[in-house]
């Protein structure tokens, strides 16, 4: 995603469809302390910001480029 479509906030909704996950799961992770990416709670809303968690997001795909996988043979 370019960097001037990159939305300011995304929302708890927003993440979870990107990470595929619910959103009692969402709210568990992104609530964690052991969450990798900035999460601010702003009244009983929390927002993400978003070129934080996409530098998270894109930084996954490289981990899994770099993976060995191992082969059956």
């Given amino acids: 995603m370019d960097e001037y479509n990159v939305p300011m906030f995304y929302t708890v909704d927003e993440v979870s469809k990107m990470l ?13 302390p052991d969450c990798p990416f900035l999460a601010i709670k702003i009244g009983r809303r ?7 968690f996409l ?4 930084s996954l795909e490289d981990y899994n480029d770099t993976e060995d996988v191992k082969s059956e043979d």
């Fill in 20 to 32: 595929r996950l619910s959103r009692s799961k969402t709210y568990e992770f992104v609530c964690s």
């Fill in 46 to 52: 929390i927002c993400i910001p978003g070129n934080n």
């Fill in 55 to 58: 530098k998270w997001y894109n």
